[in-house]
């Protein structure tokens, strides 16, 4: 799982508008005439947009939720082929109602079915933008374009594919910050195309889709209301519309484990809610709030919530964990290995003030580290041992990883590294809680040294559970890497508030022994502060 930091203002974004041939031609029939929005008097005139505009999603402090289920949805269509399709399907006897923005029904079926359309615009549209990037994750990407902020630059996150930072044309440099300059005279769009038994019709969306019994979805159902709309790059998403507190049924089972105690659900799902609320704009600017896999939270089927999940979150309801009166970074982890992370050892940001390195375990495992653990040695030894610590039965608290050559190489020419095999590998630096914040892999053939810093470690070696490790040879052109714990290691570890609860500890001890000097409270939507919803 990924996360960001708390941001108390959510960013208000521009319309940008691009206006869809309503003529469609052949083979398609158009069953609507585009609507042309009109800016908000507060919208900024943009010369040069960056990119194509998406109107906000409401404020998830109104405590609903727009969630992408799937997204990049018709990229790779061609003119004269589609790209895959999106079938829905009920889960039950009613039929699938597919509205149109209006409200208006398009079409009731068991089964819709999508495919995709290039659709020419009457008048090409002109886009120019500096972009930063790629990024291992959302948190290193808002650090980049909170300093652009600080200097006057509207700079937004983007997931185009990874996360990258758009700014405006004339956005000045950022030191130690490489950047590109890209233009686009964009004259065609995607659009879905509604697949029937004498052919397709041509949709102009958003578009809503109502499920009386429930939609199916990766092996499960979900209730909806569902949202199929137009994103930034010029694809789809699908998306869900749920109360936060149905989210969270929907998260808990999945992040924790539907059976951990009472004291670790009800903990989960105070961090769960937090984190919702806290960064519901990590997706701004393609018009949702959250995705549901690990770079967000993982949401699935809520069914899978047990009679215990379900009284967690209702033991916890509206209750989130605040710092200065504003939900906290909640971030977690499956589990830390014994040691708890800064914020900073796993991703270049700010540091957080209610985390901390810590020796995660009983007083005789404190006792027996060194903190900081700066060396190689000190890790080491860490690795050796466990007895005492809090979750050490996780079964990656300690663990092993080989690479070879050709294998670092590889993961390297994914990365966009070229393919040079590395010759030797080295820790370059440690955080205090002796976690890898920069590793260098020589190469041969004269290729110049890589250096993976922070979160682009895993990011690159994605068969390393976590940066809390010691690597050595093992012969010719073989590493292996010995570590503990998965996952960034900053915050609560399930495995940890498992073990705690088990032990009798409340949720709200455990909460303050990863967060300390946090507030468990309700937190109240400030006066004012919902926008009007999307159209």
């Not at 615009?121 to 002109?126: A, K």
């Not at 957080?352 to 404190?366: E, F, H, M, N």
């Not at 809090?390 to 990365?415: E, K």
Request: with cysteine.
């Amino acid at each position: 799982m990924s996360r960001s930091a708390p941001d108390a203002v959510f960013r208000l974004l521009p319309w940008i508008w691009l206006p869809v041939c309503a003529a469609l031609g052949c083979q398609a029939e158009v069953i609507e005439q585009q609507v042309i929005e009109q800016p908000s008097p507060q919208s900024e005139v943009v010369a040069v947009p960056t990119h194509r505009g998406v109107p906000l999603p409401p404020s998830a402090r109104n405590s609903v939720l727009w969630v992408s289920l799937d997204d990049h949805l018709g990229v790779g269509t061609r003119p004269d082929r589609s790209a895959a399709q999106l079938t829905l399907i009920s889960a039950g006897a009613a039929p699938l109602q597919l509205r149109d923005r209006t409200g208006k029904l398009v079409s009731s079926a068991d089964r819709l079915r999508f495919s995709w359309r290039l659709v020419a615009l009457p008048e090409p549209l002109d886009v120019a933008r500096r972009v930063a990037g790629p990024f291992a994750s959302f948190e290193s990407a808002d650090q980049i374009a909170q300093r652009w902020g600080a200097q006057g630059v509207k700079a937004q996150v983007a997931h185009p594919g990874e996360w990258e930072v758009w700014a405006p044309a004339d956005a000045q440099d950022l030191s130690g910050v490489s950047l590109r300059d890209v233009s686009e005279r964009i004259s065609s769009v995607v659009m879905p195309v509604l697949e029937g038994p004498t052919g397709g019709r041509t949709l102009q969306g958003p578009l809503q889709v109502q499920a009386s019994d429930g939609m199916r979805w990766k092996g499960g159902v979900l209730r909806g209301p569902f949202r199929l709309q137009a994103d930034a790059y010029g694809s789809w998403t699908l998306l869900e519309k749920l109360p936060l507190e149905r989210y969270l049924e929907g998260v808990v089972p999945h992040e924790i484990g539907a059976g951990s105690p009472a004291a670790a659900l009800q903990a989960q799902a105070v961090l769960a809610r937090t984190w919702a609320l806290a960064n519901s704009h990590r997706f701004a600017l393609d018009g949702y709030h959250l995705c549901s896999d690990t770079q967000c939270q993982v949401y699935s089927d809520p069914r899978m919530a047990s009679p215990s999940v379900r009284q967690a979150i209702r033991a916890t309801a509206g209750e989130v964990l605040l710092w200065d009166g504003q939900p906290i970074h909640a971030v977690y982890h499956a589990t830390n290995g014994g040691v708890s992370a800064h914020a900073e050892e796993a991703w270049d940001m700010e540091p957080l003030p209610y985390v901390r390195v810590q020796a995660d375990g009983l007083s005789s495992w404190g006792q027996s580290l060194s903190l900081p653990l700066s060396s190689n040695q000190g890790v080491q030894s860490l690795l050796k041992g466990g007895d005492g610590a809090y979750g050490a039965g996780h079964p990656r608290f300690r663990w092993s990883r080989v690479y070879t050559a050709g294998q670092l190489g590889q993961a390297l020419a994914a990365a966009g590294q070229g393919n040079a095999a590395p010759t030797s590998i080295s820790v370059q630096k440690r955080g205090p809680s002796g976690r890898v914040l920069s590793l260098e892999l020589d190469r041969d053939r004269g290729a110049a040294p890589v250096v993976l810093k922070l979160d682009a470690i895993r990011r690159t070696l994605r068969r390393l559970p976590s940066t809390l490790f010691v690597v050595e040879a093992e012969g010719a052109g073989v590493w292996r890497f010995r570590g503990g714990g998965f996952g960034h290691g900053v915050g609560l570890s399930q495995a940890g508030a498992i073990d705690l609860a088990d032990r009798g500890w409340s949720a709200q001890r455990i909460l303050q022994h990863y967060y300390p000097g946090t507030q468990l409270g309700p937190f109240t939507v400030p006066a004012g502060s919902v926008p009007a919803e999307a159209p």
